[in-house]
């Protein structure tokens, strides 16, 4: 639980933590737009973690842009998100597969948990495909918490909002210990 209770303090609300890594060794370069939440990476093989935990009159608008200009080009991008109260989040995450990037792989997730009935979550995870020879997946995730696992944790002695912590909590604390900062 230290452990835990030491991350929550230094994990703000309303923050969008963001972590590249290149599998490769090669050379990243991350453009960003701060005030557009923007990202354009250029590599052979990139892997993107993101977090955010958008409060009260909060709003995030982000876009990530894989460009696959390369053979055997690899993007795996993974984000998780809360909102809470009347937070709205908008994700644009665009994998490009373009002519002559045969045995490319692009992945694409984001799961958000809502809080509140008031929080609004806009996804768009997009593939374009010039290319016949590429694996390219996509998905995203909006719900509520599980009232099932709520209730669990509330027969082994959690209130319903300590449950609802270590609800969010487990979402989020697999990605920040991947992040050498924390």
Known sequence: HNRIDKITKK???DKFIHKTV???N???EIHRDIHKK???ITTRKV???GIYLLGKDKKLDFLYYADHIGKESITTLHIEGVLFENAYKDFRGIINFRKGTPESDGREAENVLLLSKDAKSKSSPIL???E???NGNHAASIGKIDEKKLFYLQTRGYSKEEGKREVVLSKIVP???ENEEY
């Open 38 to 40: 923007r990202a354009v």
């Open 22 to 24: 290149d599998k490769s």
């Open 175 to 177: 990605l920040i210990f």
């Open 132 to 134: 016949e020879n590429v």
């Open 11 to 13: 994990v703000d609300l």
């Open 26 to 28: 090669e050379k990243v």
């Open 128 to 130: 374009l495909c010039a």
């Open 47 to 49: 892997d993107i973690k």
